[in-house]
């Protein structure tokens, strides 16, 4: 089955400065990678994603980047900002078992 | 845009007891549904999926006698929780995927359940 591993588990940035948090999967079969902000007790939300046949997506302040041959997607923050501050977490859509997998999370803390 | 109402929000039960969870979609259906277990400062782990009318399927290690999953219709799936005990204190969160099968995965606002 998939497999998603991510890095760093913690990242710790100046307000202003950019974030960058990695993500490697498994299965070549994976085809959709969406990106999740949780905040502490709180549903995950969906900041952004990408599909397979897409190299790049830029939204505002946030792009994710694809890689497949590699088998691993990055999400770029920039101009960081407090209001960052919360635990993001990778997933890739397993194809033949039509289910997301999570990478492990990232604490990332920005401070003013 | 696609709504999980998932009740309760929290709840605390004596060990033993058994503990149900619903989460509806209020405004499409969803043909599959995804139950995830989160421990404190750890990932989503999911522990079964379940299509509407059929018996759900479980991941390796989920004992499904004691996680019973009912996906009875297109809009309500339930979690009941059985004999709990206070190793199974968890954010339990529901995840629907509705017809079009898009990959528009909409989570529920959680479960924080509580064995004492």
């Known amino acids: 089955g998939e497999n998603v591993e991510q890095h760093p588990s913690t990242l710790s940035v100046q307000e202003g400065d950019s974030a960058v948090i990695k993500c490697t999967y498994s299965d070549s079969a994976s085809n959709y990678f969406p990106w999740y902000k949780q905040e502490l007790g709180k549903r995950p939300q969906l900041i952004i994603d990408?599909?397979?046949?897409?190299g790049e997506k830029k939204d505002q302040r946030i792009a994710v980047t694809l890689n497949k041959t590699a088998k691993h997607f990055s999400l770029h923050i920039t101009e960081t900002q407090p209001e960052d501050s919360a635990v993001y977490f990778c997933?890739?859509?397993?194809?033949?078992?039509?289910?997301?997998?999570f990478g492990t999370g990232t604490r990332l803390l920005v401070s003013p | 845009g696609a709504v999980v109402s998932q009740h309760p929000s929290w709840v605390i039960c004596k060990s033993g007891t058994s503990v149900k969870i619903e989460c509806r979609s209020l405004?499409?259906?969803?043909?599959?549904m995804f139950w995830y277990r989160q421990f404190p400062k750890q990932s989503l782990m999911l522990m079964a999926t379940?299509?509407?009318?059929?018996?759900?399927?479980?991941e390796q290690g989920v004992e499904k006698d004691k996680f019973l999953i009912n996906h009875a219709s297109l809009t309500l799936s339930t979690l009941t929780v059985t004999s709990a005990h206070p190793e199974d204190s968890s954010f339990y969160i529901c995840s629907a995927l509705g017809q079009l099968n898009n990959y528009g995965y909409t989570f529920g606002s959680g479960t924080r359940l509580t064995v004492v």
């Open positions: 990408i599909r397979s046949n897409v």
């Open positions: 405004d499409f259906q969803a043909t599959t």
């Open positions: 997933a890739a859509h397993e194809t033949g078992f039509q289910k997301l997998v």
């Open positions: 379940s299509n509407e009318g059929s018996k759900a399927t479980y």
